[in-house]
Each structure stands twice: as structure tokens, then as C-alpha cells.
């Protein structure tokens, strides 16, 4: 399975940005898919995750304001990002996972099996 995503970019704290990661190959293998950032200086981190069928999940840190969509036809993963701030400003990556992932799997990035190559996100005036 091979992850594209895209849509990163600048823009200005409350704004909106739309990230896309596209998986071409063996789509068959990405069940749970997901979205970790990594800012300067730390540590990668998780954002949101599409379980299956539906099931989603959030940060604490995001929540409220982003919300992880999947369209299977596509074989596109979506992370609608609004009321942006400068601590969104990170690297975004997806990931997916071949097996279905249950709640406290998901937010660990170690069971994950595949990773796109990130997409960049600045939030500043």
C-alpha cells in the first residue's frame, strides 16, 4: 500500500485546511487508517483515526475542531482541520493499518504498517 498525502500549506490562525491522503496498491490491506503530526523539536504524534465503518476517533487536543472522514470509493482518507492555531503547525502524516484497529491501538503509531510521506501545515499571521 503506498499513502499520498496532501493539501498541507500556511494559513492564518482560524482558518480551515483540508488534508487528503490517497492510497494506491493493495488497498485491500489499509483497514484502519490514521493521521499523527510532528512538530519541530517533538516527538510524533497522533491526531485522529478512522477505525471502520464510521468508528472514528480524535486528540484531546483537536477535538471539536477536526474530523477525520474516510471515502472508501476513493480510497481517501480526510482530515477537515478548522479554527486552526499555531500549535497545529506540524508535518501531517497518515497511516494505515491492516488490521482493525480497536480504541487504545489506534492512537499508537508502532501498529501501524504503512506511512505516507507528510504533508506540511503552518498556522501563523
Known amino acids: 500500500v503506498q499513502l499520498q498525502a496532501s493539501g498541507g500549506g500556511w494559513v492564518q490562525p482560524g482558518g480551515s485546511l483540508r488534508l487528503s491522503c490517497v492510497a494506491s496498491?493493495?488497498?485491500?490491506?489499509?483497514?484502519?487508517m490514521g493521521w499523527f503530526r510532528q512538530a519541530p523539536g517533538k516527538e510524533r504524534e497522533f491526531v485522529a483515526a478512522y477505525r471502520w465503518r464510521g468508528n472514528v476517533m480524535t486528540a484531546d487536543s483537536v477535538k471539536g475542531r477536526f474530523t477525520v472522514s474516510r471515502d472508501n470509493a476513493k480510497n481517501t482518507l480526510y482530515l477537515q482541520m478548522n479554527n486552526l492555531k499555531p500549535e497545529d503547525t506540524a508535518v501531517y502524516y497518515c497511516a494505515a493499518s491492516r488490521s482493525t484497529l480497536i480504541v487504545s491501538q489506534a492512537r499508537r503509531e508502532e501498529v501501524y504498517d504503512y506511512w505516507g510521506q507528510g504533508t506540511q501545515v503552518t498556522v501563523s499571521s
Open positions: 496498491g493493495r488497498t485491500d490491506s489499509a483497514n484502519s
